[in-house]
Nanobody
Framework: QVQLVESGGGLVQAGGSLRLSCAASGIIFSPYTMGWYRQVPGKQRELVATISSGGTTNYADSVKGRFTISRDNAKNTVYLQMNSLKVEDTGVYFC????????WGQGTQVTVSS
């Protein structure tokens, strides 16, 4: 069975850092484009960052310069390093894997307090 399992969320003060991880199983990981998305109540899920199989990255303007997406194919894991966190970064962060099909993880809560 295909699974994406996020971890690393939590409560942090504004200006702090978190590193999210997404471990994939049930797929051959390396060809997939991996992504991070976030969602808050009452708003559409939005793209945060993606990384292609070749390592090309893409970021939402709101997180450029603060967040870094990376992947370790040997560990079937994608990461999101989040620095200089802002209150508006609060939300549930979801991992996504895309090739011929699309898979989603269950999400991990990130709460940034002032």
């Amino acid at each position: 069975q295909v699974q994406l399992v996020e971890s690393g969320g939590g409560l942090v003060q504004a200006g702090g850092s978190l590193r999210l991880s997404c471990a994939a199983s049930g797929i051959i990981f390396s060809p997939y484009t991996m992504g991070w998305y976030r969602q808050v109540p009452g708003k559409q899920r939005e793209l945060v960052a993606t990384i292609s199989s070749g390592g090309t990255t893409n970021y939402a303007d709101s997180v450029k310069g603060r967040f870094t997406i990376s992947r370790d194919n040997a560990k079937n894991t994608v990461y999101l390093q989040m620095n200089s966190l802002k209150v508006e970064d609060t939300g549930v962060y979801f991992c996504n894997a895309r090739l011929a099909g699309i898979y989603w993880g269950q999400g991990t809560q990130v709460t940034v307090s002032s």
